[in-house]
């Protein structure tokens, strides 16, 4: 099973949200529609611009506390290291945003699974970071 340490922000530059869970599609529909109520939903943090992947819940966990007593201008250059624009990568993890709202299919990222990301930088022996994206959308002349 694959545990997630991710980072949401309500946009670029903007309030920042630091989490870990074991199924990033539920949980970033969560935040995306708003359905538990909290700091995410108080704030509109919705976008999903990091994210770390592991192979053991007790490294997750460790790795968000470890990230959790960062500064913030440190976050952000984590952040930017891998993703620049701020870009919301939730669709390449399985999320779509219609008229009727989302549709979450159940495709979440794994290591073996390489249509649609690039790899990042390994983190540990058991992470990966998953922000460098081949991303399916018109992205705007530099």
Request: hydrophobic residues 40%; charged residues 25%.
């Amino acid at each position: 099973m694959a545990y997630y340490v991710y980072l949401l922000a309500s946009g670029k530059y903007g309030t920042l949200y630091l989490g870990v869970t074991n199924d990033i599609v539920r949980r970033v529909y969560q935040h995306k529609s708003k359905a538990v109520p909290g700091f995410t939903k108080r704030y509109s943090v919705d976008k999903l611009v990091w994210l770390e992947i592991y192979d053991d819940p007790l490294t997750a966990i460790a790795r968000e506390k470890e990230l959790k007593k960062w500064r913030r201008d440190w976050k952000i250059r984590l952040i930017e290291e891998q993703n620049p624009q701020w870009i919301d990568l939730s669709a390449n993890i399985g999320l779509r945003f219609g008229m009727n709202g989302f549709r979450a299919r159940r495709f979440a990222p794994t290591r073996n699974d390489v249509d649609g990301f690039l790899f990042g930088r390994i983190r540990t022996a058991t992470a990966r970071c998953f922000c460098n994206v081949t991303l399916k959308q018109n992205l705007p002349a530099a």
